[in-house]
């Protein structure tokens, strides 16, 4: 069965730094792009970050400077690190694989393939 678990959520301070974890089980990483999105409350989904099949990376604007992505293909692990934590971090993170396509494609949602189930980030002093 195939399921992407994040962890790492959960009520941090402003300026502090937070490290996500996407577990992949039941497909080969090394074939898929994993990608970062976050949702706020009464927001629309948005793509922060992509790490590509061969560890390159993308970064959308509203995060760029304060976020890192990792990958370990053979632990079936995914890091996302982020820095400098805003209360307009707050949302809900979800990571996502999408097969073989460039970092771009990974934050369009309408290529993903698998869904991992999220996990709460509030940024509140």
């Known amino acids: 069965q195939v399921h992407l678990v994040e962890i790492g959520g959960g009520l941090v301070q402003p300026g502090d730094s937070l490290r996500l974890s996407c577990g992949v089980r039941?497909?080969?990483?090394?074939?898929?792009?994993i990608g970062w999105f976050r949702q706020a409350p009464g927001k629309e989904r948005e793509g922060v970050a992509c790490?590509?099949?061969?560890?390159?990376?993308y970064f959308a604007d509203t995060v760029k400077g304060r976020i890192t992505t990792s990958r370990d293909d053979a632990g079936g692990t995914v890091i996302l690190i982020i820095d400098s934590l805003k209360p307009d971090d707050t949302a809900d993170y979800y990571c996502?694989?999408?097969?073989?396509?460039?970092?771009?494609?990974?934050?369009?949602?309408?290529?993903?393939?698998?869904w991992g189930q999220g996990t709460q980030v509030t940024v509140s002093s």
């Open positions: 790490i590509g099949r061969r560890g390159n990376v």
């Open positions: 996502a694989a999408s097969p073989q396509v460039s970092v771009k494609r990974c934050l369009n949602s309408s290529y993903v393939q698998v």
């Open positions: 039941g497909l080969t990483l090394e074939n898929f792009a």
